[in-house]
């Protein structure tokens, strides 16, 4: 068996030491939104990892990169709470998402911690009116741009 490093896991390594954690981008496939994860959070703050799914790439990282160091300085984003410090205008709500969807999703982290161990919190955004979707008024249109990944819990 071949456990030489990629130079894709030699960077998450790297950025988790010095960093504290590293982002993980999947793009989209196959009408499959596209999504950012962190890997590197529980390891060193004892926070679950953060998913966003369905977003622009770009605006993911930064999501993820904002939570991140708002985590490094404390901040703790709890499940099934809102929060308004994500999105400026907007609050997003945290579930943690059920283990059976870490090998569709988080399989890097998965790589990372070598076994499904670690809590992940999906964030969750509203439409720009303010719909989340579990709402019966959620687009349906874009039904399949935010696949929820664990309880509700309301």
């Not at 960077?11 to 960093?19: G, M, N, T, W």
């Not at 911690?113 to 579990?134: A, H, M």
Request: net charge negative.
């Amino acid at each position: 068996m071949d456990t030489a490093l990629t130079d894709g896991d030699k960077k998450l390594i790297s950025d988790v030491e010095q960093y504290g954690f590293h982002i993980v981008h999947v793009l989209a496939d196959n009408g499959l939104p596209g999504f950012g994860f962190s890997v590197g959070l529980f390891h060193n703050f004892k926070h679950p990892e953060i998913i966003i799914i369905g977003l622009q790439q770009e605006l993911i990282h930064s999501l993820i990169n904002d939570m991140g160091e708002a985590i490094k300085s404390g901040k703790v984003f709890d499940a099934y709470s809102y929060s308004p410090d994500i999105l400026e205008g907007f609050e997003c709500y945290f579930i943690p998402i059920d283990q059976c969807n870490y090998r569709d999703y988080l399989g890097y982290a998965h790589w990372f911690y070598k076994n499904d161990e670690f809590p992940v919190l999906q964030c969750i955004y509203p439409t720009v009116k303010g719909i989340y979707p579990w709402q019966s008024d959620w687009p349906q249109r874009i039904k399949h741009i935010q696949p929820i990944l664990g309880p509700l819990n309301f």
